[in-house]
């Protein structure tokens, strides 16, 4: 597995401020073009319908591929939001017709389509994140965000007052079960470690059955989704489901402290404006993969689909945020107890293990 150089989450820009680019089904999407033209290397984004602004994989997505700009000033770099999963297969082609040296795909549910796709256009170079396809030509950018979301569900039930902790996915998707099935397995760990019974709500391993808003997009699927997960004594309660999840971050910043959150793929306290209710963010470095991906392309290096690139604690591909404003009240043992898991895991001690882990 190759580790991404420099992961440089930490400094990768923000995208307050962009608008979302709608599409309408059938019609020619708007997109934003940040390049002057000419003779530069171009490197196209596709968004999945959450858009440009989700505060989570679209615009980390986004972020790595305006940090590659930035390093090198002979890319340019454009995007088009879909606005429904009909607008994938139209905005994909757009890209192939206008010569993109590099289109990039975001998100599991446009797997099919980049797929058929790529395998129109052969010579077409394609990346994509949070899934792996068959076409040789589609570079994956995967991540096992189960071993951070380990981490997550073992710092939640040691944070638990009420002795329950929930999650809830946006669609049944593996690259959102894979966050859940980890952090089911940190909580269960907790327990094992403590001999204590923290329940988990909203998501059952054996069963891979839970609690989804059917939407990453709207806020008010999520917040009543999170809302039965605390009418039902949940705490802490962490969404994947993009933009969808801002519904749960928002009520529990309103709710005073009745319970709190923990957010995922960038760092919540960054992207939202409910910092107060994150304790931390389950972080899928995608700036730092989509960025060195980009680099590379654009330096002329062939991007082998096999093995492509799998993110995970040891490389740093995937991590827990700071704890910001919960910092001083998460107790120093337990902090201690997270980092040494998360070394065990890294140093593959401990296993965590995902049925929809990257393949």
């Not at 962490?238 to 309103?254: K, R």
């Not at 793929?265 to 899928?284: L, R, Y």
Request: hydrophobic fraction near 40%; glycine fraction near 12%; aromatic fraction near 6%.
């Amino acid at each position: 597995m190759r580790s991404v150089r420099g992961m440089r989450i930490a400094s990768v820009f923000a995208v307050g401020g962009l608008v979302l680019a709608a599409t309408a089904c059938g019609e020619a999407p708007e997109e934003n073009n940040a390049g002057n033209g000419g003779e530069k290397f171009s490197a196209c984004m596709v968004t999945d319908v959450g858009g440009i602004d989700d505060k989570s994989f679209n615009s980390s997505a986004w972020q790595g591929l305006e940090a590659a700009e930035a390093e090198n000033k002979d890319i340019e770099i454009r995007y088009v939001a879909s606005k429904a999963e009909a607008d994938y297969e139209p905005n994909l082609t757009q890209y192939v017709n206008q010569d993109c040296d590099f289109i990039l795909a975001v998100g599991g549910l446009m797997g099919d389509a980049t797929s058929r796709i790529a395998a129109e256009n052969p010579d077409q170079q394609f990346g994509i994140v949070d899934t792996k396809l068959p076409e040789s030509n589609v570079y994956p950018m995967q991540f096992d965000t189960a071993q951070a979301g380990f981490l997550a569900g073992y710092l939640a039930a040691g944070l638990s007052e009420t002795g329950k902790v929930g999650t809830y996915g946006g669609e049944k998707i593996p690259p959102v079960t894979i966050f859940m099935d980890g952090y089911a397995d940190g909580v269960d760990h907790y327990n094992q470690a403590k001999g204590k019974d923290v329940q988990v709500l909203g998501w059952d391993k054996d069963s891979q059955d839970g609690s989804f808003a059917n939407s990453f997009v709207k806020q008010d699927e999520g917040k009543k989704v999170s809302d039965a997960l605390v009418a039902q004594g949940a705490d802490i309660v962490m969404p994947v489901a993009g933009g969808a999840g801002l519904g749960t971050t928002a009520a529990a910043q309103a709710s005073g402290g009745k319970y709190n959150t923990i957010w995922v793929d960038v760092d919540g306290c960054e992207s939202t404006p409910d910092c107060a209710a994150i304790i931390t963010t389950v972080v899928k470095n995608i700036p730092g993969a989509v960025q060195e991906a980009v680099l590379k392309a654009a330096a002329g290096e062939k991007l082998e689909a096999n093995p492509g690139f799998t993110g995970t604690l040891a490389n740093d591909g995937v991590s827990l945020a700071p704890y910001h404003e919960f910092d001083s009240k998460i107790p120093a043992e337990l902090k201690a107890e997270v980092d040494k898991l998360k070394a065990d895991i890294a140093a593959g001690l401990i296993k965590v293990e995902s049925q929809s882990q990257p393949q």
